[in-house]
């Protein structure tokens, strides 16, 4: 009996010092976002008193946070194990610090990796935890008046169709397909930057490009050809006149009614929803088709630069705590509650739905396990620069130019301010 107990006693202890072992690890989490602070302190604050594990978050002021970052990472011991590095500058600078997620429980927690920052061995150092999207948002209820369902468009040749049968029946109809693409300022970044993205994701996806390239070839400039001349030739505006069609007339011509196409982001719905009273039921966003082999897989165009890095410098203890923290974070009600109301969608298995339908498209298009088009236009040498020169030859040829131009300021532009830069 005694020997019983004395075994009884040994596994209680063992167990005992389990306990206290994994309570030694604590969380540090520097946060980019100020305007999402209150929400952390919360959802920390929640973690601590389910699991009696010390999570402080330190907000950076805005405009600081790379100053901050490097003054607390100074810090050794006291060092914040879990920090923001979003870009491929930021795993220069960080890489170091950042220890690899492949295996984790939180990491095998993603949808998928298109947000991911990787090192030369494709280490998973930094998880992208949210992001936005764009592509060609669409007037469900106008789309059916014109006899289509969504569901019947998944191409390029698709979204012609329906688009050249809406233009040629417009005055029957009431409305037009797509709204004016105009080149004035307020409008043109949605070409030179959002549409111009395809034929660029394309080109860096075949071509493996993972940094800022030297030159490009503009393989995919046919298939920009292929849905500007769409846009332009199945819209009220005359393409003659787009070089002073404005954003807010875009966005009018689809809040009224008006056109049942409209490309633009996530950014939008709010605009949609509550200035122009749009019911969420009658929005969706589809994939910018333009004519690529296999583009039925695409999804939508996405991005982000908020992405999560766990400080392999931290002690293991601290490490581990963190990885639990994220996974409860992604995983539990609390924590996918705040996350879709701070961030909205989230590419994590229990991302909460969001009220805005277009970032519920695009986690729709993942979930079915279309490829994501990430945002290659950040690769852009000179972006202002290299923008304008695009716009000035869209508009000449929109207004019966050259294509040849076109290609010429994209493909020659892109070396000329590569080296300008």
């Given at each position: 009996?005694?020997?019983?107990?004395?075994?009884?006693?040994v596994?209680?202890?063992?167990?005992?010092?389990?306990?206290?072992?994994?309570q030694?690890?604590?969380?540090?989490?520097?946060?980019?976002?100020?305007?999402?602070?209150?929400?952390?302190?919360?959802?920390?604050?929640?973690?601590?008193?389910?699991?009696?594990?010390e999570?402080?978050?330190?907000?950076?002021?805005?405009?600081?946070?790379?100053e901050?970052?490097?003054?607390?990472?100074?810090?050794?011991?006291?060092?914040p194990?879990?920090?923001?590095?979003g870009?491929?500058?930021?795993?220069?600078?960080?890489?170091?610090?950042?220890l690899?997620?492949?295996?984790?429980?939180?990491?095998?927690?993603?949808?998928?990796?298109?947000?991911?920052?990787?090192?030369e061995?494709?280490?998973?150092?930094?998880?992208?935890?949210?992001?936005e999207?764009?592509?060609i948002?669409?007037?469900?209820?106008?789309?059916?008046?014109?006899?289509?369902?969504?569901?019947?468009i998944?191409?390029?040749a698709?979204?012609?169709?329906?688009?050249?049968?809406?233009h040629?029946?417009?005055?029957?109809?009431?409305?037009?397909?797509?709204?004016?693409?105009?080149?004035?300022?307020?409008?043109?970044?949605?070409?030179?930057?959002?549409?111009?993205?395809?034929p660029?994701?394309?080109?860096?996806?075949?071509?493996?490009?993972?940094?800022?390239?030297?030159?490009?070839?503009?393989a995919?400039?046919?298939?920009?050809?292929?849905?500007?001349?769409?846009?332009?030739?199945n819209?009220?505006?005359?393409?003659?006149?787009?070089s002073?069609?404005?954003g807010?007339q875009?966005?009018?011509?689809?809040?009224?009614?008006?056109?049942?196409?409209?490309?633009?982001?996530?950014?939008?719905?709010?605009n949609?929803?509550?200035?122009?009273?749009?019911?969420?039921?009658?929005?969706?966003?589809?994939?910018?088709?333009c004519?690529?082999?296999?583009?039925?897989k695409a999804?939508?165009?996405?991005?982000?630069?908020?992405?999560?890095a766990?400080?392999v410098?931290?002690?293991?203890?601290?490490?581990?705590?963190?990885?639990?923290f994220?996974?409860?974070?992604?995983?539990?009600?609390?924590?996918?509650?705040?996350?879709?109301?701070?961030?909205?969608?989230?590419?994590?298995k229990?991302?909460?739905?969001?009220?805005?339908?277009?970032f519920?498209?695009?986690n729709?298009?993942?979930?079915?396990?279309?490829?994501?088009?990430?945002?290659?236009?950040?690769?852009?040498p000179n972006?202002?620069?290299?923008?304008?020169?695009?716009?000035?030859?869209?508009?000449?040829?929109?207004a019966?130019?050259?294509?040849?131009d076109?290609?010429?300021?994209?493909?020659?532009?892109?070396?000329?301010?590569?080296?300008?830069?």
């Open positions: 009996m005694k020997k019983l107990f004395a075994l009884v006693l596994l209680a202890l063992a167990l005992m010092a389990c306990v206290a072992s994994a030694e690890g604590k969380v540090y989490f520097l946060n980019f976002k100020p305007e999402a602070d209150e929400a952390w302190q919360a959802l920390a604050a929640t973690y601590t008193a389910n699991t009696g594990v999570v402080k978050v330190v907000t950076a002021a805005s405009g600081t946070y790379s901050t970052l490097t003054a607390e990472m100074g810090k050794g011991d006291a060092a194990t879990l920090f923001q590095c870009n491929k500058a930021g795993l220069d600078t960080w890489g170091e610090y950042c690899d997620l492949t295996g984790t429980d939180f990491y095998n927690e993603m949808t998928t990796d298109e947000f991911n920052l990787f090192g061995n494709g280490e998973a150092l930094c998880a992208g935890y949210c992001y999207a764009f592509g948002i669409v007037n469900k209820d106008l789309l059916a008046q014109a006899g289509y369902d969504i569901s019947g998944t191409d390029f698709s979204l012609k169709a329906v688009a050249e049968d809406i040629a029946r417009r005055d029957e109809l009431g409305f037009d397909a797509f709204t004016s693409s105009g080149m004035d300022g307020s409008s043109s970044w949605r070409f030179s930057g959002h549409l111009a993205n395809m660029l994701y394309y080109e860096f996806r075949d071509d493996g490009v993972t940094e800022q390239p030297a030159t490009i070839t503009g995919y400039l046919d298939a920009f050809k292929n849905i500007w001349d769409l846009y332009i030739n819209a009220s505006t005359e393409p003659s006149q787009l002073t069609a404005t807010d875009a966005a009018a011509e689809f809040g009224e009614g008006k056109a049942a196409f409209y490309q633009n982001g996530t950014w939008e719905y709010a949609l929803t509550g200035n122009f009273g749009i019911p969420a039921e009658n929005l969706a966003m589809i994939p910018i088709y004519g690529v082999e296999g583009e039925d999804g939508l165009c996405c991005g982000t630069e908020n992405c999560w766990v400080n410098k931290a002690s293991e203890a601290d490490q581990q705590a963190t990885l639990d994220l996974y409860w974070v992604v995983t539990s009600d609390e924590g996918t509650t705040m996350m879709a109301e701070q961030f909205g969608p989230i590419p994590f229990a991302a909460k739905a969001s009220d805005n339908v277009f519920n498209d695009a729709a298009y993942i979930a079915q396990g279309n490829y994501v088009v990430s945002w290659a236009f950040n690769y852009t972006v202002d620069a290299w923008r304008a020169g695009v716009v000035a030859a869209m508009t000449q040829y929109s019966g130019g050259s294509w040849d076109v290609v010429s300021a994209f493909v020659d532009g892109w070396a000329v301010q590569y080296n300008n830069q």
